[in-house]
């Protein structure tokens, strides 16, 4: 499909030629739909949202961001808020409630027909990021004794409104799940064909109460396209499909990011959040860095008499904080990274720890080295001050991606999320420690 052009869209609203407007809007994908009335004022949006077809305005409605969606609501009738919410897939319509005024919630529910307001009750009240949060109820489920052909005639008949029809759900009378078959299995097999004797009863599920992250790692670790979601009972209750669980890995990589440069999670988009919102997602943070930062010169102060026999030890604790902070960011970035693909449990902090050392006992060595040439040619015969300095260096390395490596397995098991323990903490607590090993190395070898 090709890139839709901008400015030729908007010169045909501004033009008023709604007819090639409304012409080119439906060789376009529904995604780009969205995005170009993102960029609309509050009536053109609403304008355009009108001129297009039922089932492709109910498609655009689901890509909207929230704030575009209530713009879209306050401005149709009653009758076309029905006709959204009766299309959309549940999924799609229990996101869009969750981000919307109770005002517009109220209105879109009374709207809604008494199946699809149960539906979405029973849709809301399991625990934000479950399985059974991002899940859908439209999937199509079979019975074991149908044989292929009728198999293909129950989909031909339910199949047009449901999320996905390449995987099909085997259940008994009372939706226990028994198996699960796939479309390539049925064409594969003769028309006569029982269902039990095709289907794959070895399949993987998830429970309703389960974490989104846990819903996301079994899509990584089985390649699925589509996974069923069971509640404790074993009944089918709905499906997690592929399109929702990107959804969460960039909202779980997002939290994530913002956790590691130290603020607190956002749901919104960064253009349309407020300047006092983010600055409310930022302080908490800063100011606990800040505070702990005070130990830092805490320390300064408490070796300032070193300071006075020998001002010249001063210049070289930026490079001492700054390298073992950017040790310990290494590290501790690491680690995060592959606990959350998998690749690190807590039961290996010993091996990873041993492996950091390792690596800290070479790039250690080789800092220390270059450091020693640089600080003998310029400071010539002063040897001690020299050794104070990589001494201090090497130790601080190694301490650093000691720290580093096991702070995010330690948060880990103690059930808090690893970014918390990224480059602005470990950094702090690194500055900290390197300073006091500098000074006391400083105290003991040159005697002050």
Request: charged fraction near 25%; glycine fraction near 4%.
């Amino acid at each position: 499909m090709e890139q839709y052009d901008v400015s030729e869209l908007q010169k045909y609203l501004d033009e008023h030629r709604f007819r090639e407007l409304r012409s080119r809007l439906m060789e376009m994908n529904e995604a780009d739909i969205a995005e170009f009335l993102e960029g609309l004022d509050h009536n053109q949006k609403v304008l355009i949202f009108r001129m297009l077809p039922k089932e492709l305005a109910t498609d655009v409605f689901a890509f909207l961001e929230a704030d575009d969606q209530e713009d879209i609501i306050n401005g149709i009738t009653d009758a076309e808020i029905q006709n959204i919410i009766e299309d959309l897939f549940v999924d799609d319509a229990v996101d869009m409630l969750e981000e919307l005024p109770a005002t517009v919630v109220k209105r879109v529910m009374r709207m809604a027909t008494p199946e699809t307001r149960t539906l979405i009750n029973q849709f809301l009240q399991y625990p934000e990021n479950s399985a059974g949060s991002i899940m859908t109820a439209e999937y199509i489920g079979l019975k074991k004794y149908m044989n292929v052909e009728q198999s293909f005639s129950y989909i031909r008949a339910h199949g047009v409104d449901k999320e996905t029809i390449y995987t099909c759900f085997v259940m008994d009378g009372e939706r226990h799940l028994e198996g699960v078959v796939t479309i390539k299995d049925l064409l594969m097999n003769p028309y006569e064909t029982k269902i039990q004797d095709i289907m794959d009863t070895n399949f993987i599920k998830a429970v309703t109460t389960d974490d989104q992250e846990e819903v996301m790692d079994l899509f990584n670790k089985y390649d699925l396209i589509c996974l069923p979601v069971v509640d404790h009972e074993n009944r089918l209750v709905g499906i997690v499909t592929v399109d929702d669980v990107v959804d969460v890995m960039e909202e779980e990589a997002t939290e994530d990011f913002e956790k590691m440069a130290a603020m607190l999670p956002s749901d919104k988009p960064y253009l349309k959040t407020g300047i006092f919102e983010l600055a409310k997602n930022r302080i908490v943070w800063l100011t606990v860095l800040m505070v702990s930062s005070m130990i830092t010169g805490g320390i300064l102060t408490y070796y300032e008499e070193a300071f006075a026999v020998l001002p010249l030890l001063v210049s070289f604790v930026p490079m001492l904080t700054g390298t073992g902070g950017n040790a310990g960011s290494q590290s501790s970035t690491m680690i995060i990274r592959c606990m959350a693909i998998g690749e690190v449990e807590p039961s290996d902090i010993l091996k990873v720890v041993w492996k950091e050392v390792r690596v800290a006992l070479v790039v250690g060595f080789l800092l220390a080295a270059l450091n020693f040439v640089r600080l003998m040619i310029m400071y010539p015969g002063q040897i001690m001050i020299c050794l104070t300095v990589v001494i201090s260096l090497y130790i601080t390395v190694i301490m650093a991606k000691s720290i580093g490596c096991t702070l995010p397995i330690i948060a880990k098991l103690l059930k808090l999320d690893p970014a918390i323990m990224a480059a602005p903490l470990i950094s702090t607590i690194v500055d900290a420690c390197s300073l006091i090993v500098y000074f006391r190395i400083a105290c003991n070898l040159l005697n002050i």
